[in-house]
């Protein structure tokens, strides 16, 4: 049963992964010992350790403090995007749809898998709001339960700290491209309670006729 | 539209594979099942691996391609709480191979468990039971249904507290849940009779206000085999009668409206009015006294229901032999809960031997 200690040190670290039980750690264990690119990997991890460092304003993985988002002067300081994962902000920023600044959790509330809200740094998260300069935060975690928990979470700090801002949820519902027949209940059920007004403009006040001056022509 | 694209009849063949596969090799292999999701890992570009507690099939390991994509017939299906109808090819014979899913739909979808973060950790602990219960090979029904039925309940309280309506503690319908799945695994604690000599312990409100409890006995024990026990060194607890009383109650309360009953709130009617009953009393059941509602004398709540959240934890590490996550984390929350007389977490006396 005993391993020596070294090896019973590497399976343990090891285990602490998510999604790693026992046999898997022992698994990669042995492969670590078996295979001579364990060097490289190794020093992958001390050079990872050692040259990144977490922003300390939007909390990426970054090679500088401030991060290059973080310090570039274009982006519109107004608008705040609250990721779970860097992935998030790699997806956004490849699709250039989103000029703002992110914040980024580095995971997901899930208890089960040792993810707590103390975790998830959500003081720092405050105090960035409290700052000043943010008028919206758009929660952009999965919409998934543990995202949907997340923003939740979100949600409650930024109200238990009483700070004025507005807070949005990005929406649920159709995928772009997609066909409503081969969608299953739940993307439906969301598309239908997500449901936006066609006309962007408002009738104008003290008119309650709707469409009466912003009919095209 | 857009019925010429190619993409199409591969989501039609994923949408309807028992047509594809009818005829075939293949439809022998077809298998399907209701099913609750336990864990899924991100796999390759667009797949998952998902772990399943299957109703009829026990634990069931799938590979999804593409689950990930918009135009599956899957995208967004496979999440945490929500009852699916899966189709699936099973895994070969070889260790550690997948099935491969071939169509789902949604049974019964839970979204508001995760809007109310009490009822999520609580889900997520139900979860966890199943996770550890969950074995290859025939399903466990009885104990499926019940998982479920723990679930709805979760869902239905944080719908309630989501429109400020009353609605149960969601840690009562937590710890109905973990009773139950001690029983379904056969590890009830004997609750009204001694786990050693199967004699009647004293009947609710006439007998001692204190008893013998052994976890390594399996339950409650009469006087003359708690000091026994001791006596050989096992890990005797000493509990106040009532809790048990109150775990029986628990279990006995199968129900919304006995367990809303127990929890010190009517349940509410289908028909209810949701707005009309808004602040009628405490959001959350905060406790005697926090409502101008009048509570049952047998109501569990506050400090009672604390106390037996403790008790249960105690039982159910005993026979894991780990504590489930999401319970040290409930635990965080609740700094009062605190058992008179209870061994100290870290190092309770190790039983000597299991009786059982
Ligand atoms: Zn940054
Ligand atoms: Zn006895």
Not at chain 1, 179 to 194: P, T
Not at chain 2, 106 to 122: F, I, P
Not at chain 2, 149 to 172: I, N, Q, S
Not at chain 2, 218 to 239: F, I, N
Request: net charge positive; glycine share 10%.
């Amino acid at each position: 049963m005993a391993y020596p200690e070294p090896l019973e040190r590497l399976v343990a670290a090891f285990e602490c992964f998510p999604g790693v039980g026992r046999r898997s750690a022992e698994r990669l264990a042995f492969h670590v010992l078996r295979d001579p690119k364990a060097r490289e990997l190794a020093r992958a991890i001390e050079g990872a350790l050692s040259n990144l460092v977490r922003c300390s304003v939007c909390g990426n993985p970054a090679a500088k403090d401030p991060c290059e988002l973080c310090a570039d002067p274009e982006r519109d300081g107004a608008q705040l995007l609250v990721v779970e994962e860097p992935r998030d902000v790699e997806a956004l920023e490849r699709a250039r749809v989103f000029r703002g600044r992110y914040h980024v959790l580095l995971g997901a509330m899930n208890p089960a898998q040792g993810v707590d809200a103390r975790h998830l740094a959500l003081g720092r998260l405050v105090e960035r709001i409290r700052r000043g300069g943010i008028e919206e935060v758009i929660l952009g975690t999965d919409p998934d339960q543990e995202g949907e928990a997340t923003a939740r979470l979100v949600l409650e700090a930024i109200e238990d700290a009483r700070l004025s801002v507005r807070v949005t949820r990005l929406a649920r519902g159709l995928p772009a491209g997609s066909a409503i027949e081969y969608l299953h209940r739940g993307v439906l059920e969301d598309a239908l309670e997500g449901r936006v007004p066609l006309r962007r403009r408002a009738p104008p006040a003290g008119k309650t006729a709707p469409g009466r001056d912003d009919t095209p022509a | 539209m857009g019925r010429a694209f190619g993409g199409k009849s591969s989501v039609l063949g994923r949408v309807w594979p028992t047509l594809g596969a009818m005829g075939t090799a293949n439809a022998s292999r077809l298998e399907q099942d209701r099913v609750l999701l336990l864990a899924r890992v991100p796999f390759g570009e667009s797949s998952l691996v998902v772990q399943l507690f299957a109703r009829d099939r026990g634990r069931v390991h799938l590979i999804a391609r593409g689950a990930y994509r918009a135009n599956s017939g899957y995208a967004g299906l496979l999440d945490l709480f929500d009852s699916l109808e899966l189709s699936w090819h099973r895994a070969g014979q070889a260790h550690g191979a997948l099935g491969e899913l071939r169509a789902g739909a949604l049974a019964v979808r839970r979204k508001h468990l995760a809007q109310d973060l009490a009822s999520y950790g609580r889900a997520l602990g139900v979860l966890e039971l199943l996770d550890l219960a969950a074995r290859v090979g025939p399903g466990d029904r009885a104990l499926f249904e019940r998982a479920e039925a723990a679930l709805d309940e979760l869902d239905f309280g944080a719908t309630r507290r989501l429109d400020d309506c009353v609605a149960v503690d969601p840690e009562l319908v937590a710890l109905r849940f973990d009773l139950e799945f001690l029983g379904a695994l056969g590890l009830a604690p004997a609750l009204d009779r001694c786990a050693s000599c199967g004699r009647q312990a004293p009947l609710p409100g006439t007998g001692l206000a204190r008893t013998a409890f052994a976890p390594a006995a399996g339950g409650r024990l009469c006087q003359r085999c708690a000091a026994h026990l001791q006596s050989e060194g096992m890990a005797v607890w000493d509990l106040e009668s009532a809790l048990l009383e109150a775990a029986a109650a628990l279990l006995a309360a199968r129900d919304r409206e006995a367990l809303w009953a127990l929890g010190g709130l009517p349940a509410p009617s289908p028909r209810a009015d949701s707005q009309a009953e808004a602040h009628a009393g405490t959001l959350l059941t905060g406790g005697p006294g926090s409502s101008g509602r009048k509570a049952p004398a047998a109501t569990l709540s506050g400090p009672r229901l604390a106390a037996l959240g403790d008790w249960v934890d105690r039982f159910l590490e005993h026979h894991l032999e780990t504590r489930p996550k999401s319970r040290g984390a409930r635990r965080r929350h609740a700094a009062n809960s605190s058992l008179p007389n209870a061994p100290h977490r870290g190092g309770p006396p190790r039983p000597s031997a299991s009786a059982n």
